[in-house]
């Protein structure tokens, strides 16, 4: 049973930090697709950040580049999301999820209707 849990969200002041977790279980890490989406109330759920396992890209949407760093650790099943320098328009429920089919990580994040996998968000919260 693929089972995603996020968590590492709260609030924090403009230009400040945050690392977000999703660990990850009933699956071969390694061989799926993952990635980070969000939704800000309002909005459509937007994709942050993919790491594709079909061609090794890794996919940042523009309003997040040189701020957002996505990374994985295979051997604790574990993704992260380094966020910094955060943007009161960066506020969202943020979720990880995954798939078994792995296409280009910024296909992945351009169709979140693909992605099979959802675990629960986790709230960020950015002041100004």
């Known amino acids: 049973d693929v089972q995603l849990q996020a968590s590492g969200g709260g609030l924090v002041q403009a230009r400040g930090s945050l690392r977000l977790s999703c660990v990850a279980s009933?699956?071969?890490?390694?061989?799926?697709?993952i990635g980070w989406f969000r939704q800000a109330p309002g909005k459509e759920r937007e994709g942050v950040s993919c790491i594709s396992r079909s061609d090794g890209t890794i996919y940042y949407v523009d309003s997040v580049k040189d701020r957002f760093t996505v990374s994985s650790d295979s051997a604790k099943n574990t993704m992260y999301l380094e966020m910094n320098n955060l943007k009161p328009e960066d506020t969202a429920v943020y979720f990880c999820?995954?798939?078994?089919?792995?296409?280009?990580?910024?296909?992945?994040?351009?169709?979140?209707?693909?992605?099979?996998?959802w675990g629960k968000g986790t709230l960020v919260t950015v002041s100004s």
């Open positions: 999820a995954a798939d078994a089919i792995s296409y280009s990580a910024g296909y992945q994040c351009t169709h979140p209707g693909g992605m099979d996998h």
């Open positions: 009933g699956f071969v890490f390694d061989d799926y697709a």
